[in-house]
């Protein structure tokens, strides 16, 4: 078995889809067959469990979602200090935002598209937003704002 922590999550243990690699030169090192269905089938699992999100399963989503923290704030309907709490504290996630989350990534992997469209959209309305507050300087003979 291999404890599979690359993904975020501190229990995932592969029976098999993995091979281990030894090399003098080296060492061990491991490559993961499919890593993408792998996630899929952690992040279904994820989404299915009977109980409240815990933080490295909310990072996860978020992150196979392809999400910034802000993005999943604004679908969430919440700010987004409350996603990176849920993420990186013990702070709930409320029950509402929980299952929209599950939602979302149930209907991203398994929908007919619609909801994967809506979070690309919001994740270039986040990436806009970010590259227009980047502050480009350049130094001639002194730093200087530059315009673009």
């Known amino acids: 078995m291999y404890h599979y922590t690359m993904c975020g999550l501190p229990n995932v243990w592969l029976e098999n889809g993995f091979q281990v690699h030894r090399s003098k030169a080296y060492g061990e090192s491991v490559s993961i067959h499919d890593v993408k ?31 910034s923290q802000r993005a999943l704030a ?13 993420e990186t504290t013990d702070a709930k996630i409320s029950g509402p935002a929980d299952r929209l989350l599950r939602i979302l990534y149930l209907s991203a992997v398994d929908g007919d598209g619609a909801v994967k469209q ?3 959209e919001f994740n270039a309305m986040d990436r806009r ?15 200087r704002k530059k315009i673009a």
């Open 37 to 67: 269905g792998l996630h899929r089938a952690i992040g279904l699992d994820i989404a299915r469990v009977p109980r409240a999100l815990h933080r490295d399963e909310i990072r996860f989503l978020r992150i196979e979602l392809d999400m």
């Open 74 to 86: 604004d679908v969430l309907g919440v700010k987004e200090i409350t996603v990176r709490k849920w």
């Open 118 to 120: 809506l979070i690309d």
């Open 129 to 143: 937003e970010h590259e227009e507050s980047i502050r480009r300087f350049r130094d001639e003979d002194g730093w």
